[in-house]
């Protein structure tokens, strides 16, 4: 299914937007913003914290 989301992305030309971030963006886009902590509530997620983290390390786009 990865494959698949990049390929999309990458057929609209939309640069720089990782698969893994896509449970995020659509949990955001249904319920309207939310902070991390509530976000990782909502997915379930016991890394998302680590994941943010790293998100922010590697990426200026999301600073």
Do not use: N
């Amino acid at each position: 299914m990865d494959a698949d989301i990049s390929r999309l992305y990458q057929e609209a030309r939309i640069d720089g937007l990782k698969p893994s971030f896509v449970m995020e963006l659509v949990r955001l886009h249904l319920h309207g913003p939310m902070t991390i902590t509530e976000l990782a509530e909502a997915l379930r997620h016991k890394s998302f914290h680590d994941r943010i983290a790293e998100k922010l390390a590697e990426d200026p786009a999301w600073r």
